[in-house]
Antibody
Framework: EVQLLESGGGLAQPGGSLRLSCAAS????????MTWVRQAPGKGLEWVSS????????FYAASVRGRFSNSRDNSKNTLYLQMDSLRAEDTAIYYC??????????????WGQGTLVTVSS | DIQLTQSPSFLSASVGDRVTITCRAS??????LAWYQQKLGKGPKLLIY???TLQSGVPSRFSGSGSGTEFTLTISSLQPEDFATYSC?????????FGGGTKVEIK
């Protein structure tokens, strides 16, 4: 059974940093691209970043580019999101999600339960 | 960036109703569209990918259609467990984008 377990969320001050982790199990992690998606309270889904299976290609939303860094450690089956220079508008539940197919587009067939990030002084 | 406009943003329906949700893209995306269902406090669940392919394990009352700029998600006979929020996502190009969501509530 595919499982994705996010951790690392919490309260951060504006300008601060957090590092999210997503522990994957139940599939061959190194074969699949992975994505971070966030959802602000009461709002819709917002794509944050995607990383290819080998970590060689990474894509970011304009709203986080230069502040967030997406990475993965295939030896540990873990995805990371380093979040720096946090802003109040980064407050959201952050989900990691697995790409549906080894090839093809970034349609997401499994999602974690999410981790809440709150940015406030 | 490709914008996705979902309509309606909210709908009230009864068990057994046929429900249709529309997703319009600001430019052509071929069939690179997915639909998700999200219940309160949970992560989204993939229902449909490539505009019309039913994800494994999803009931056949869900169907998707369309290509280019206009897409629909149809629930043929609404069941109690279908009351949720539905969102479309384009995967044609980065940045990936989602529609604003359609909340389906009990009438």
């Amino acid at each position: 059974e595919v499982q994705l377990l996010e951790s690392g969320g919490g309260l951060a001050q504006p300008g601060g940093s957090l590092r999210l982790s997503c522990a994957a199990s139940g599939f061959s992690f190194s074969d699949y691209g992975m994505t971070w998606v966030r959802q602000a309270p009461g709002k819709g889904l917002e794509w944050v970043s995607s990383i290819t299976k080998g970590g060689d290609n990474i894509f970011y939303a304009a709203s986080v580019r230069g502040r967030f860094s997406n990475s993965r450690d295939n030896s540990k089956n873990t995805l990371y999101l380093q979040m720096d220079s946090l802003r109040a508008e980064d407050t959201a539940i952050y989900y990691c999600a697995k790409k549906l197919a080894v090839g093809g587009r970034d349609q997401l067939d499994h999602w974690g339960q999410g981790t809440l990030v709150t940015v406030s002084s | 960036d490709i914008q996705l406009t979902q309509s309606p943003s909210f709908l009230s329906a009864s068990v057994g109703d046929r429900v249709t949700i529309t997703c319009r893209a600001s430019q052509g995306i071929a069939s690179y569209l997915a639909w998700y269902q999200q219940k309160l406090g949970k992560g989204p669940k993939l229902l449909i990918y490539s505009a019309s392919t039913l994800q494994s394990g999803v009931p056949s009352r869900f169907s998707g259609s369309g290509s280019g700029t206009e897409f629909t998600l149809t629930i043929s006979s609404l069941q109690p467990e279908d009351f949720a929020t539905y969102s479309c996502q384009q995967v044609n190009s980065f940045p990936l984008t989602f529609g604003g969501g359609t909340k389906v509530e009990i009438k």
